[in-house]
């Protein structure tokens, strides 16, 4: 069964910092992987997605992701973090049943102190 | 091009009634999926609904049901309601043809209170 694990529920960083969401996942075969972020009273919109190409996934607002094989990990990294990046993250792992339904970690809150 | 659309945004219900919601998915999408999100917590599948039917449910109990009608629009319906039931709810469209890969589109969610 597909999982994934988010190793931090809060990461603090000030503005202009790098910014790092770890996350590990677990699956029986070659998952599709995504990050996904919600701001207060919004819904969810895709931040990057890893299908198999690319190792290093490139996604918006400056976000992007490794995907590593022999640490079954798919951090999130972002060179400066800005104001506006504070919001929810969610680690996603994508269910290799006909639905593709989409796993769910539990969560990372960004905070992005002045 | 209005994206995922759902109504109502709040409900406040309590215990013991029933409740429907409903999702218009992303134009040239043909599968919806819905979502629980608890406080604090991540989404969880619900289940997953294409061509009218449920091809995929996840472990929730049998008060929850739905349906997908012609236009690809999709309702969630919750009997019995609980107090745990209290969640935002999320509806997801998708392309079914695009297989794995493609990404599924939230809409802004319902947020259903069971007092």
């Known amino acids: 069964a597909q999982s994934v694990t988010q190793l931090d529920s809060h990461v603090s960083v000030s503005e202009g910092t790098p910014v790092l969401l770890r996350c590990n996942y677990s699956?029986?075969?070659?998952?599709?992987l995504f990050w996904y972020v919600q701001h207060p009273n919004k819904g969810l919109q895709l931040l990057l997605k890893?299908?198999?190409?690319?190792?290093l996934v490139k996604g918006i607002n400056g976000f992007e992701a490794e995907f590593k094989k022999s640490e079954t990990s798919f951090h999130l990294t972002k060179p400066s973090a800005h104001m506006s990046d504070a919001a929810e993250y969610f680690c996603?792992?994508?269910?290799?049943?006909?639905?593709?339904?989409?796993?769910f970690g539990s969560g990372t809150r960004l905070l992005v102190r002045p | 091009d209005a994206g995922v659309t759902q109504s109502p945004t709040h409900l406040i219900k309590t215990r013991g009634q029933q409740v429907t919601l409903r999702c218009s998915p992303k134009?040239?999408?043909?599968?919806v999926s819905w979502y629980q999100q608890a406080l604090g917590q991540g989404p969880q599948f619900i289940f997953q609904?294409?061509?009218?039917?449920?091809?995929q449910r996840g472990n929730f109990p049998d008060r929850f049901s739905g349906h997908q009608f012609p236009n690809y629009s999709s309702e969630l319906n919750v009997n019995a309601l609980l107090l745990g039931d209290s969640a935002l709810y999320l509806c997801?469209?998708?392309?079914?043809?695009?297989?794995?890969?493609?990404?599924?589109?939230f809409g802004p969610g319902t947020r259903l209170t069971v007092l």
């Open positions: 997801a469209s998708s392309s079914m043809g695009l297989a794995a890969y493609n990404e599924q589109f």
């Open positions: 134009s040239g999408h043909d599968t």
């Open positions: 996603v792992v994508s269910g290799m049943d006909s639905s593709y339904k989409l796993i």
């Open positions: 699956s029986s075969y070659s998952p599709s």
């Open positions: 609904y294409y061509e009218e039917e449920e091809r």
């Open positions: 890893y299908t198999s190409a690319a190792t």
